[in-house]
């Protein structure tokens, strides 16, 4: 079967392979972009790579989860891109330091950053299991994409400082149930 | 919670995003890095089938000469690298036949007749022969993946079936698995099952071109028990290389009345190799030659990366020799600019291995 613009998503549900080749074809400087954007800092090709893989892998084992057409599925991969490349970081911070980073990149994380990177994403994402739906997407959106809570607040058609608000009130409920952790305090 | 990939649907980025260029050569380790990482039911085999023909076809060639003598002569040779097996190597290797187990089961779904005839279990990989029957024509090469082992969770890699057309409506081929199992079991639980045999209407030379693929659903179901062959394991743990940039260590060898299997683990410097070059990847090969200068070709698996462990696979080794001498090879990959990659070779120190 030729696999095509209209037909991939429905072969790659089907678990067509050649579907999955094509996506790699198309959409591979796509996720590249987002994945180097990401994970610049690191000079490191193979990470990058790595993680351009493991975001087509993410897409091929989940594509159960998509909802849309063609467009939405470049929006949708470009999420996994920026998911797993935060992952990578995060990963990346819990192993061994092999290397230093060159003096002259620019490459400031904060406190909270670098000890939420120690943290499993497992781990991240059981704690959010107890906060309500829009805040989940909220912590999702803040930690596991990193996008600024101004950012958040334009995506999800709330004010900057309801965001704010429900991170604050987010963490507390996190506390409260002993899961605050790195949620928790004055990180955000 | 709910399925993050899930939420990414409410979540998708919007925002203008940069897309780079991307090399061919880049698309082409990506796709082999993905196809290699699929779990094994997801991977169909297509950019598999290409890094593991190789072994497929030796070992295919070899149990397609036992269990079809008559058209033993008519297999394709390829080349040097399968200069091992020679036509008077695969005549050879009749007494070889000792050691398969007759199965003889037979399941049949939608017109198709799947018969096990035999099988191979030798500790750490399990084969097995089809001779497959169809009420129809299903082009020269069939595709199937219905091997599954005891717990499955052992089972480390499957190799991609094999099965090619031997006269209208009747196919024969292999299927392998391989195992990770320290302590081989004297016996394990094989099913052959599955839902479903795919085909090619066309194969061209690099498979991976292959677009039109068909298949046809069924419910195919046989279960047998496989008793080990003879093998002999033997404990070395004793580093081999220590070098710079690796360290090897040299973990068993396993010898049975049909290959030999060593087992090698190794932890490579990063630090240190980081201070010489901006590389890529890497990976280790071994070269075996022994002391009449017979060379072999073992074919290499290897798990891991920067700490991995390799198995490499022969054919047995010459009775007369004194030593096998064994030459680990750093292939290294480096970049230039702009992506683009070389690859590089570091020949490690060799060492021998005495024979008995």
């Known amino acids: 079967m030729q696999i095509s613009d209209a037909n991939f998503i429905k072969q790659m549900k089907k678990g067509n392979p050649d579907a999955l080749e094509y996506v790699v074809d198309q959409y591979a400087g796509l996720v590249k972009g987002v994945v180097v954007n990401t994970l610049k800092a690191y000079k490191d090709y193979y990470l990058v790579e790595e993680c351009i893989s493991d975001v087509f892998i993410g897409a ?6 998509f909802k849309g057409d063609k467009d939405d599925f470049g929006k949708w991969l470009c999420t996994i891109a920026k998911f797993k490349a935060v992952d990578k970081q995060r990963e990346w911070h819990r192993m061994p330091i092999f290397t230093e980073l060159d003096e002259g990149v620019s490459y400031v994380e904060s406190a909270e950053a670098s000890v939420m990177k120690q943290e499993t994403t497992d781990q991240l994402l059981n704690k959010l299991s107890n906060l309500k739906a829009v805040d989940r997407k909220i912590f999702i959106m803040k930690y596991f994409l990193e996008m600024s809570n101004q950012e958040i607040a334009e995506k999800l058609n709330l004010s900057k400082a309801a965001v704010d608000n429900r991170l604050y009130r987010g963490k507390k409920v996190l506390n409260k149930k002993a899961l605050g952790g790195l949620f928790y305090g004055k990180f955000i | 919670m709910g399925n993050l990939y899930k939420i990414f649907n409410d979540l998708k980025l919007d925002d203008p995003l940069q897309e780079q260029t991307i090399s061919e050569s880049e698309v082409k380790r990506i796709k082999h890095h993905v196809f290699n990482q699929l779990p094994d039911k997801q991977n169909n085999n297509k950019l598999y089938l290409v890094a593991l023909i190789t072994t497929l076809v030796i070992a295919s060639n070899i149990i397609f000469a036992l269990i079809n003598p008559t058209v033993a002569r008519n297999i394709p040779i390829v080349g040097d690298m399968f200069s091992w097996f020679s036509s008077d190597d695969i005549e050879l ?30 500790g750490e990989r399990i084969s097995v022969a089809y001779d497959i029957r169809t009420d129809r024509d299903l082009g020269e090469y069939l595709y199937v993946d219905f091997l599954e082992v005891e717990g499955n969770k052992e089972l480390i890699s499957s190799y991609p079936s094999f099965v090619r057309k031997v006269a209208d409506n009747q196919y024969t081929g292999l299927e392998t698995v391989e195992l990770a199992i320290e302590d081989p079991a004297d016996s394990i639980q094989v099913w052959v ?58 973990n068993d060898m396993i010898l049975t009345p049909i290959s030999s299997y060593f087992s090698f683990s190794h932890a490579i410097h990063l630090a240190r190799l980081r201070e010489q070059l901006d590389f890529h990847d890497f990976y280790v090969n071994y070269q075996i030659i022994d002391d009449l200068g017979n060379i072999y070709y073992p074919n290499h698996h290897q798990e891991g990366h920067v700490y991995a462990n390799t198995t490499v696979t022969m ?9 096998i001498e064994v030459k680990p090879i750093l292939h290294i990959s480096y970049y230039e600019e702009n992506w683009d990659y070389s690859w590089d070779e570091l020949e490690l120190e060799s060492f021998r291995i005495y024979h008995r």
């Not at chain 2, 000792?98 to 099988?119: C, E, H, P, Q």
């Not at chain 2, 991976?208 to 002999?232: H, P």
């Not at chain 2, 054919?315 to 030593?323: G, H, L, N, S, T």
């Open chain 1, 60 to 65: 091929y084992t989940n594509i159960k989860h």
């Open chain 2, 93 to 122: 290797m009749g007494d070889r036949a000792d050691y398969l187990t007759a199965i003889d089961l037979t399941d049949s779904s939608n017109g198709i007749t799947v018969t096990v005839t035999d099988a191979l279990y030798d």
């Open chain 2, 315 to 323: 054919p047995v080794f010459a009775e007369d020799i004194e030593y």
């Open chain 2, 193 to 250: 099952r599955g839902q479903e045999i795919s085909w090619s209407k066309q194969v061209e030379d690099d498979k991976r071109d292959v677009k039109e693929q068909e298949t046809i659903e069924g419910n195919w179901s046989i279960a047998f028990n496989l008793d080990l062959i003879d093998n002999e394991k033997i404990e070395i743990n004793q580093q081999v290389v220590n070098d710079e940039f690796i360290d090897i260590q040299f």
